[in-house]
């Protein structure tokens, strides 16, 4: 059974950072993408960052760019995001995914962890 354990959520301050821990087991995660998505109060799900199974290929939305960064493990079934300079924007429930290929549209992902909750205060 595969399982996605998120950790690493909390409340901070804007400009204060956090960093999410993700680890998947269950079985073998090699040529599979991992990421995070992240939902806010009142919206829709929306992809943030996915990095591929090598780390040599890593996408972002624009709203994160040079603020978020995400590192993966070397068993390759973990992945960390680390969130820096944080805006109440980013306030929203954080969802690991992982999937063959992650795509920016959240219906197609195969597997997803619980959540963590990110709250920014302003």
């Known amino acids: 059974q595969v399982q996605l354990v998120e950790s690493g959520g909390g409340l901070v301050q804007a400009g204060g950072s956090l960093t999410l821990s993700c680890a998947a087991s269950g079985r073998t995660f090699t040529y599979y993408d991992m990421g995070w998505f992240r939902q806010a109060p009142g919206k829709e799900r929306e992809f943030v960052v996915a990095i591929n199974w090598s780390g040599n290929n890593i996408r972002y939305v624009d709203s994160v760019k040079g603020r978020f960064t995400i590192f993966r493990g070397y068993a390759e079934s973990t992945v960390t995001l680390q969130m820096n300079n944080l805006q109440p924007e980013d306030t929203a429930v954080y969802y690991c995914?992982?999937?063959?290929?992650?795509?920016?549209?959240?219906?197609?992902?195969?597997?997803w962890g619980q959540g963590t909750q990110v709250t920014v205060s302003s």
């Open positions: 995914a992982v999937d063959r290929r992650i795509a920016t549209a959240p219906g197609a992902i195969e597997y």
